[in-house]
Protein backbone atom coordinates (compact mmCIF):
# COMPACT_ATOMS: atom_id res chain seq x y z
CA UNK A 1 0.00 0.00 0.00
CA UNK A 2 0.86 3.40 -0.22
CA UNK A 3 0.96 6.12 2.89
CA UNK A 4 1.85 9.74 2.67
CA UNK A 5 2.53 11.78 5.52
CA UNK A 6 3.02 15.47 5.37
CA UNK A 7 4.95 17.95 7.50
CA UNK A 8 5.55 21.64 7.27
CA UNK A 9 2.40 23.64 8.34
CA UNK A 10 2.12 26.08 10.75
CA UNK A 11 1.11 29.92 11.50
CA UNK A 12 2.96 32.73 9.67
CA UNK A 13 2.70 36.55 8.90
CA UNK A 14 1.52 37.69 5.79
CA UNK A 15 4.88 37.88 3.25
CA UNK A 16 6.44 35.07 5.13
CA UNK A 17 7.49 32.11 4.19
CA UNK A 18 6.75 28.00 4.89
CA UNK A 19 7.99 24.71 3.37
CA UNK A 20 5.75 21.59 2.89
CA UNK A 21 6.93 18.02 2.59
CA UNK A 22 5.39 15.29 1.78
CA UNK A 23 6.65 11.44 2.05
CA UNK A 24 5.42 8.65 0.15
CA UNK A 25 5.95 5.31 1.32
CA UNK A 26 5.35 1.27 0.73
CA UNK A 27 5.46 -0.98 -2.13
CA UNK A 28 5.97 1.93 -5.01
CA UNK A 29 6.72 1.03 -8.29
CA UNK A 30 6.70 4.21 -9.72
CA UNK A 31 5.33 7.81 -8.86
CA UNK A 32 4.34 9.60 -12.74
CA UNK A 33 3.36 12.58 -10.58
CA UNK A 34 3.17 14.62 -7.05
CA UNK A 35 0.93 17.66 -6.84
CA UNK A 36 -0.51 20.27 -3.70
CA UNK A 37 -4.25 20.77 -3.64
CA UNK A 38 -6.04 23.29 -0.76
CA UNK A 39 -9.09 23.85 0.59
CA UNK A 40 -10.28 26.57 2.99
CA UNK A 41 -13.53 27.08 5.30
CA UNK A 42 -16.30 26.38 2.80
CA UNK A 43 -14.58 26.55 -0.31
CA UNK A 44 -13.93 24.01 -2.82
CA UNK A 45 -10.55 21.90 -3.09
CA UNK A 46 -8.20 23.46 -5.35
CA UNK A 47 -5.31 22.28 -7.73
CA UNK A 48 -1.90 24.35 -6.42
CA UNK A 49 1.14 22.80 -7.78
CA UNK A 50 1.58 19.61 -9.82
CA UNK A 51 5.12 17.81 -10.62
CA UNK A 52 6.08 15.17 -12.93
CA UNK A 53 8.34 12.38 -12.58
CA UNK A 54 10.80 14.45 -15.04
CA UNK A 55 10.24 17.68 -13.27
CA UNK A 56 7.91 19.60 -15.52
CA UNK A 57 5.23 21.75 -13.50
CA UNK A 58 2.07 23.35 -13.47
CA UNK A 59 0.88 26.07 -11.20
CA UNK A 60 -2.08 27.63 -10.22
CA UNK A 61 -2.31 31.29 -11.49
CA UNK A 62 -2.69 32.78 -8.10
CA UNK A 63 0.69 31.22 -6.92
CA UNK A 64 2.60 31.59 -9.27
CA UNK A 65 6.15 33.83 -8.87
CA UNK A 66 5.38 32.99 -5.14
CA UNK A 67 5.16 29.32 -4.79
CA UNK A 68 7.78 26.42 -6.18
CA UNK A 69 7.04 22.82 -5.98
CA UNK A 70 9.63 20.10 -6.32
CA UNK A 71 10.92 16.58 -5.71
CA UNK A 72 13.54 14.27 -4.51
CA UNK A 73 12.62 10.86 -6.66
CA UNK A 74 15.13 9.17 -4.41
CA UNK A 75 13.06 9.80 -1.48
CA UNK A 76 9.53 9.63 -2.87
CA UNK A 77 8.93 13.45 -1.66
CA UNK A 78 7.58 16.56 -2.83
CA UNK A 79 8.07 19.99 -1.32
CA UNK A 80 6.12 23.28 -1.84
CA UNK A 81 7.85 26.38 -0.92
CA UNK A 82 5.85 28.93 -0.21
CA UNK A 83 6.85 32.93 -0.23
CA UNK A 84 5.22 35.93 -0.23
CA UNK A 85 2.17 34.34 1.39
CA UNK A 86 -0.97 36.45 1.86
CA UNK A 87 -3.90 35.62 3.90
CA UNK A 88 -5.84 34.61 1.19
CA UNK A 89 -3.55 31.31 1.07
CA UNK A 90 -5.30 30.30 4.39
CA UNK A 91 -5.84 26.80 3.70
CA UNK A 92 -5.38 23.34 4.90
CA UNK A 93 -2.80 21.80 2.35
CA UNK A 94 -3.29 18.15 1.01
CA UNK A 95 -0.34 16.05 -0.78
CA UNK A 96 -1.46 14.20 -3.66
CA UNK A 97 0.06 11.29 -5.14
CA UNK A 98 -0.16 9.25 -8.41
CA UNK A 99 1.61 5.97 -7.99
CA UNK A 100 2.10 2.39 -9.51
CA UNK A 101 2.26 -0.07 -6.74
CA UNK A 102 1.72 -3.66 -5.43
CA UNK A 103 -2.23 -2.06 -4.88
CA UNK A 104 -3.61 -2.36 -8.13
CA UNK A 105 -2.36 -2.68 -11.21
CA UNK A 106 -2.87 0.74 -12.61
CA UNK A 107 -1.86 3.92 -11.37
CA UNK A 108 -3.99 5.31 -8.31
CA UNK A 109 -3.98 8.60 -6.24
CA UNK A 110 -3.35 8.62 -3.25
CA UNK A 111 -3.71 11.52 -0.29
CA UNK A 112 -2.25 13.03 2.78
CA UNK A 113 -3.79 14.27 5.96
CA UNK A 114 -3.88 17.67 5.15
CA UNK A 115 -1.78 20.48 7.12
CA UNK A 116 -3.07 24.27 8.12
CA UNK A 117 -1.52 26.72 6.60
CA UNK A 118 -2.62 30.11 8.68
CA UNK A 119 -1.40 33.30 7.19
CA UNK A 120 -2.66 36.15 9.65
CA UNK A 121 -0.95 38.86 11.21
Known amino acids: QVQLVESGGGLVQPGGSLRLSCAAS????????MGWYRQAPGKQRELVAL???????NYADNVKGRFTISRDNAKNTVYLQMSSLKPEDTAVYYC???????????????WGQGTQVTVSS
Open 96 to 110: KTVARSSAAPYPVDY
Open 26 to 33: GSIFSIPA
Open 51 to 57: ISSVGTT
